[in-house]
Structure formats: structure tokens, C-alpha cells
């Protein structure tokens, strides 16, 4: 695989204005229904970032918005309290819109993806993943390798391509914690589960089963590609990993859920997200990978930020504030 995957495809790219000025408004080649007025100025499209990580050449993409209750972000705040520092930073205090920054990597040799999105099964919003590959010219079968940072349903939904009923990257080899793969795999792991739970275990074990046996189980601190390493963030899921990519000097650290928001992670990193399953630790992960990032000056890319939620993380006295990069057109 080779750097030409980042090549996007002009002709679907024209084709997509071509119908917007027609007026029908084309993201990802589907069609969202008449546009108002003269131009197609009704819907978001971009979804594609492009940065480099030393000689990697790497992409945020977009598998969409997921929209969870605000209270979500702290479940045991009061929520006067939470609603006051939210309206602080202009954001809605009734639903959290949160957005799904999946991280592509082009080592020169191998085209890695971390976390493949929701898939169609999870909410309408999200599961853009495949329409977008296509849109920039990447086909599935180019992905060599597929690294998890945990099973929950906007993680991994989209490993199975349910009207194949296959794998969705056929040719890739998977990466993840044994830990986070046995929990959600285990016998018993419905009678460990609310209820509510239910749902993510069978999700998890129906996406994950199908590519077992071309799965290699990694440990924190492994190197399991060159400049790949994984980090434990034990907490949100009993196996979370994050990941450190480096090249030529320049490391990148693949969040995942360690931290699930731009303001709220890094101002309050011990607030405790409802997602979060071990709330206790989560937190201790979240601030030791938080100080790390910002001691380092690491790249940072999170999964749940803002698109295309990559930028780094700076020390403010004694919490943390979320510097987003400039968008980068010279590339
Ligand atoms: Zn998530």
C-alpha cells in the first residue's frame, strides 16, 4: 500500500458538486434530498483531514456524530453544575453531539486503521466509515491491519460487513487487548452486565468472532508493528488500550475513550463519564496519559473531539487545555 491512498478521487469529488448544484446535495454519494435555495450550502461534507507523523502520512476520518444525553459526561455532577460549566463553553446542555475521528495510518509499507466506527446497527448519524473510504479512493482490501482500542459498539460495529456477512477488510490483520476480548467474549458476560448493557456484548462478540483467527492479542507497552506501541487505559472497558505511533521522531497518541471530550476530559479529568465502566480508574489512566501528552508534546487524536480532533494537549496551571490544530492545507 502506498502514500497514492491518500490521493483523493477527484471525479467522485466533482461528481458530488455537480449534484449539489443540480439541486440535490451529494455527501458520500448519497443522496440527502433537495437543497434550498441556490446552493448546495444545507449539509456538512468534509470528513477527511490530512496531517504527517514524521515519514507516516496519517488521516482523521469521520464516521459520523453519535448524540448522548449531556449528563453522560458526569454522571454523578449535579446537573445545575454541569450545565453552568457547559453554557462556560458555549456547548448544549441537553444532548452531547460526539463525533468519531477514526485514525488512518500510511507507514509506506502498511495502511492502519484504528477502530473501524459503528457500522449501519448503531445510531443513523454514524456508521459513515465505507461511503467515505470510497469517496477518497480507499478500497477496503487496501486496509492491512485493523487495531482496536475497545469493543464498544462505535468501535467496532463496523468490522462486519453485514450484507456480505464477511469481514469488512477482508485482508487485514487485527490487533487488540486479550483482556478487552475475553471480557466481552466471556460465558458469563451477560450476568456481569445491566441490562442496558446487553446489547454491546452481543454486538461485540458478533463483530469480533469473525475475525478471531486473524487476530493477534497484544499487551500494553507491546510494539506490534514498527513505531506502533500500545499503552494501557484500562477503565472505560476492562481491556481500553490507546496508542503511541511513532516516526522520525514525531509520536502520536491514539486516544480512544481515555478521554471522550475536548473541555471535560482536560479541565476535569475526574469527572466520570457514564460510558466509563471503571470510573476510578479510568480517571487515573485519563490523567496519566493527559500529563504524558503534554509533557512530551505529543500529537495528540481524539476519538471523540471535534473533527478532525487532532492537536495537542498543554498544561494550564493545574488542568489541561485542548489546542486543535490550524487546519493544514500545505501539505
Ligand atoms: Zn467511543
Known sequence: MSASAFQINRRRFLAGSAAA????????????????????????????????????KCASLSDGTLSLPAQFLARDLPKEKLEAFLKQYYLPTDTNTSQTNLTLIDTGEKLVLFDVGSGPNFQDSAGKLSDLLETVGISPEDIDAVVITHAHPDHVWGLIDEFEEAPRFPNAHYYINAVEYDFWNSEDILTKLPQQLHSFALGAQR???????????????????A?????????????????LVTSNNETLLV??????????????????????????????NRRKLTDMAATERLRVIGYHFPFPGVGNISREHDTYRWIPDAWNWGL
Open 21 to 56: 448544484t443540480a439541486g440535490t446535495f451529494m455527501v458520500a454519494g448519497i443522496d440527502t434530498g433537495p437543497a434550498l435555495a441556490k446552493s448546495g450550502l444545507t449539509e456538512q461534507a468534509s470528513g477527511y483531514y490530512r496531517f504527517n507523523i514524521g515519514n507516516f
Open 207 to 225: 463483530n469480533l468472532k469473525p475475525v478471531t483467527e486473524r487476530m493477534t492479542f497484544i499487551k500494553p507497552g507491546e510494539e506490534f508493528i
Open 227 to 243: 513505531g506502533f506501541q500500545a499503552v494501557d487505559s484500562s477503565g472505560h472497558t476492562p481491556g481500553h488500550m490507546s496508542y
Open 255 to 284: 486516544t480512544g475513550d481515555a478521554l471522550t471530550h475536548f473541555v471535560v476530559s482536560l479541565q476535569h479529568p475526574q469527572w466520570q463519564p457514564a460510558t466509563d465502566m471503571d470510573g476510578d480508574m479510568a480517571v487515573t
